[in-house]
């Protein structure tokens, strides 16, 4: 069951909006971990984790005001054949590039993983889509973005693509 939440942020996401933005998760957060406050100790532990993150998730969204925010976004994509699917956290589309992006409370993939290859999740989101400039994790627990884009990200596609249709084909 689906938590009642508040209506969208529509506020500034300008950098001076911080604290409106961080009040705004707030409520999100507390309507979201309120089933599990009730009914589980370990909803506690989750809801304080999540507000310690607040102060720099306000800062990261307030670095984007100009981009709308596709969040818990469905894809699907049929690409030589196959069909690619995937639910990603959030898309942060300005019009003219996007940003994937994947919040993590675990940890996260490292760079070099990113890099090489073999952290998939958010290159595959990014065969869904047209103008992906950067996939980033946001690593909530220590407050860090690990993105990758330009060259590397350029470069890395087509070797993901390749991989997944190779197994596609098995």
Partial sequence: QRPQLPPPYRGSR??????AIEQHLALLGDAVFAHDVADRPLGRFWRQAFQRSLPWLAEQ??????AAALVEHE??????????KGRVDRI??????????DYKTG????????????????????????QVAAIEYWDLKNRKCIALD??????????VAA???????D
Avoid at 14 to 19: D, K
Avoid at 121 to 129: D, F, I, K, M, R
Avoid at 150 to 159: C, I, K, V
Wanted: hydrophobic share 35%.
């Fill in 107 to 130: 940890a996260p993939p490292s760079k070099a993983d990113m890099s090489e290859g073999e952290a998939v999740q958010l290159p595959h989101y990014a065969l869904q889509l047209t």
């Fill in 75 to 84: 894809l699907a994509t049929e690409r030589d054949g196959w069909l690619l």
């Fill in 163 to 169: 991989r997944l249709g190779r197994l596609a084909e």
């Fill in 92 to 101: 942060d589309d300005d019009g003219e590039r996007q940003v994937v992006v």
């Fill in 14 to 19: 300008q950098a001076g909006a911080r604290g």
């Fill in 150 to 159: 330009g060259e590397a990200l350029d470069s890395l596609l087509p070797q």
């Fill in 61 to 66: 969204l307030s670095q984007r005001p100009q």
